[in-house]
């Protein structure tokens, strides 16, 4: 049991003391101890270190509740206090809440323990060896290493436990103005020879970003969407694409293979993996998450992520969904394109190495709109011929991954999310790369 | 949600200032605390209620040509001294090869405090809750509305900032996010009308309420959810596009401020929000738009979102150009930013704009209240400049490239105007552009009663990652020859 584990086991235990009646108390605990290094022209931008602990509360009594969270000072004698205080300011606010008819309180999930075990990180010669393999290149970047915690503790009993110690650098090398090839490192150890490797590839991308770049006119391109591509596209489908809520109150994006019969093509398999994942098991409320639950099958609709909540709102059994129902280990199958000779599959066309910036340009369609951003080539009979200034993409994904999809490659990439809003996230996802026939290009 | 601050910081202000490390070139101690309130009744069932309490201290050490910082929400005495010898050895790692090696001294001592006419705190949790039932039922207009919503998200921001230079800022802020929307229904047809999106929000009390109109809205969010579901797709075609002000603030956010944020420019956010086009050489002579553009940063507009006196580095903030008559004359830069851009050869004035979103997070140049300048149309002379055109109103899908150039916007509703008068309504406004032409085809500024004062509350930016509210205040204005168009439906 690490030191965190023990901290937060024993302030729920002090705090569970506090209850009356026949309160209940959850506790989540979301923390991090991170370090993180902004690199610019391969120079650091900004370095330091965030040491934070987020409790969050819910004091249950029959059908209401009140929920809370504050940041631990790591110090019992400080936190006892300031959860003694919040527990009764959680009780006031009780007595003023009505009744919550879709409040789910988690009674017949298990304890769970999921830890990696510690790992020294050492940044300072992590940022020697950048600045020397990066050297006469711009370098853009950040890398980040540390532990990440995540517990559950209920006053019934369960306890759930996750904890990832990892390193993870996403970086760019800009060759001169938008030019550049994205990239990123990251897993439990540094490995050397691992990230030269990576630099190596990455500076041989960079060569081909050398030639003149061609300026497309707005049309329809046979393109080729890297597995990074792809996972935007899965990005903004996710925003209410796989959510029971988003289903039933008919603000989901895919509403029209829910109501009108479309579908995708029949290549395209889409799972939330969480065995296969990189984040915990468990939600906020304590529901522990099943290993898989089928997305998209054969390119129709299967099941949707159902939070707790949304279990008691629709009748439905709930799979362990977060609050916003949206996937955190998304996985889809391999097609049957030969990944070594995708340049050959797509014969004349566009590469995407990345997309950026998607948003919904009339959402009931799931009709998506984005950029292209970073390594984007003009390919002709199978041979990148120059880079393509960035353009403007405006298509449904019922195009992309259904009428118009040639086919997905046979292999696949592990991405990790490099997200670190409010703390570093733990999600990923495992994705083919997706040729695409006639996607449209508009500005 | 207590207002407990003053008292705390009599108690914890002498040992940050214990914190700050001696032998050292300069050190900052930065500590905040947000309390924070989440309500929210949906159809009718008042949602989990949410209370929080994140405090904590960032304190940054400059040494030997070297910075570092280190956050912590342990505020003993001893997590303090930790964090102080843990940036102080970042401090030590990164002498010699970091972008900045001269901190920004500052010995300013100043506070700025939020302008609270009706503070919440004088409400009971059930006054704040019936608000909320109140306005969620008069969403619900008619059988299609398939889900609506109230909320009311409040913070309360305290933020310390002392300085091995004498400095001391003191600034508490008083924020208030209210929230509707209503989603319509029929077969493969959905519709939703929102409450600005996120914009009606406002420094204040209940009073930010009054000011958005927010009990007499939730009935009209619902009927125009209606209308919406009825309306025909906005047409395709080449016309002038007229800007409600709260779509004006997405135009002005992704394709003026985060242009003109000078980190971006100096290449910091290339690995994750991106460049910009423009480029140190633009200063003081670029035409960003047409003669009738004017914007401004700023801080001094009482109640917008993002009004403060100092910015994190604890630079006093002034109102400030940053185009005037339609040419570009200054960034978006704090004073490490122009301190960097001085050093490449290129001196620009910047304005106080470095900011984080927490105590967990560095300062970054950031927009703070950026805001469009009043002309002089009238609303009606603006609709009856426009033979052929539409009417854009609120937000609801922003798409720009990473150079902030070429931009898809998509708006909630929209409204047909031909020969200069308003028609009918219209679903899946849209507009495509690209900034460096965009703002040359302003055509009509509106006068100072089409103005408001809103906001964007999730700004997005940096690494590690940050979300922090901007302010914007715009008038109506006209846009020709647009490349416009409606959904796929």
Known sequence: ??????????????????????????????????????????????????????????????????????????????????????????????????????????????????????????????IDEIQ??????????????GAVYHGFASSLGQRNWYQSDTFNFDWSFYLHGDKAVKNSYGGRHWDSAAFTAKVGAASHQLDSLARPALDLQPGRYRTYLSPTAVQQLLQIVSWGGFGLKAHRTKQTPLLRMAA?????????????????????????????????????????????????????????????????EQPMATAMTTGSLSSATVLDELGTGLLVGNLWYLNFSDKAACRTTGMTRFATFWVEDGEVV???????????????????????????????????YGGRSTASTRLPGALVDDMAFTL | MTTTAPAAYQHLEPRLRAALPG?????????????????????????????????????????????????????????????AEQATRWAATTAGRTVADTP?????????????????????????????????????????????MAALRRTDVDSLILTTGGGRIE???????????????????????????????GQGGREVLDRFGFNRRAAEIGHEAIELLEAANCPTGTMDAVLAPDQMILQIHESIGHPLELDRILGDERNYAGTSFVTLDMFGSYRYGSDLLNVTFDPDMEGQIASYRFDDEGTPASKQFLIRNGVLERPLGGTISQARASAQGLAVDGVANSRACSWNRPPIDRMANINVEPGTDTFDDLIAGVESGVFLQTNNSWSIDDSRNKFQFSCEYGRLITDGELGPVVRNPSYRGISATF?????????????????????????????ISTGHASPVCRFSSIDVFGGAQ
């Open chain 2, 104 to 148: 920004p001294t500052i010995e300013e001592v100043g506070s700025y405090q939020s302008p609270v006419t009706d503070p919440w705190d004088q409400t009971t949790l059930t006054d704040r809750l019936e608000l909320l039932v109140e306005a969620d039922a008069a969403l619900d207009v008619d059988q299609r509305i398939v889900d609506r």
């Open chain 2, 439 to 467: 703002w040359r085809s302003l055509s009509g500024v509106g006068d100072p009663s089409t103005s408001q004062a809103l906001g964007t509350p999730n700004c997005g930016k940096g690494e590690p990652n940050q979300v």
């Open chain 1, 1 to 126: 049991m690490s030191d965190v584990q023990t901290y937060f086991s024993e302030l729920v235990t002090w705090a569970n003391s506090r209850l009356s009646g026949d309160e209940i108390l959850t506790c989540y605990l979301a923390g991090e101890d991170s370090n993180f290094v902004r690199f610019n022209r391969n120079l650091i931008r900004q370095a330091g270190s965030v040491s934070q602990r987020r409790l969050s509360l819910d004091l249950i009594a029959g059908t209401r509740h009140a929920a809370g969270s504050l940041q631990l000072s790591q110090d019992q004698q400080m936190d006892r206090a300031a959860v003694a205080s919040m527990i009764e300011s959680l009780r006031e606010q009780r007595r003023a809440m009505p009744d919550d008819p879709y409040l789910a309180v988690s009674t017949d999930n298990p304890s769970t323990f999921d830890a990696d075990p510690d790992t020294d990180h050492d940044p300072a010669t992590v």
């Open chain 2, 23 to 83: 032998g050292v070139d300069y050190a900052t101690v930065r500590f905040s605390e947000t309390r924070a309130e989440y309500l929210a009744v949906r159809q009718g069932v008042a949602q989990p209620t949410s209370t929080s309490v994140d405090a904590g201290a960032m304190i940054t050490v400059w040494s030997g040509g070297g910075v570092g910082y280190a956050a912590t929400s342990d505020l003993t005495d001893s997590g303090l001294r930790a964090a």
């Open chain 1, 132 to 145: 020397t393999v990066a050297k006469g290149r711009d370098l853009v970047g950040i890398y980040a290493d």
């Open chain 1, 386 to 420: 120059a880079p393509a200034n960035v353009m403007r993409f405006d298509d449904t994904i019922y195009n992309l991954l259904g009428d118009k999809l040639v086919g997905l490659t046979d292999e696949r990439e592990t991405l990790l999310d490099a997200g670190t």
């Open chain 1, 260 to 324: 009108d019969g479309a579908g995708l093509h029949p290549s395209v398999n889409l799972t939330e993996d969480t065995a296969g994942g990189t984040g915990p098991n468990f939600q906020e409320q304590g529901f522990v998450r099943p290993d898989q639950v089928t997305l998209i099958e054969g390119g129709n609709l299967a099941d949707q992520l159902v939070s707790p909540r949304s279990s008691k709102e629709y009748g439905v059994p709930t799979n362990g969904a977060s609050n916003f």
């Open chain 2, 171 to 201: 600034q508490l802020t008083r924020n208030t996010f209210p929230y509707m929307y209503a989603t319509a229904n029929s077969g493969a047809l959905t519709q939703t009308r929102t409450y600005g999106r996120n914009a009606n929000v």
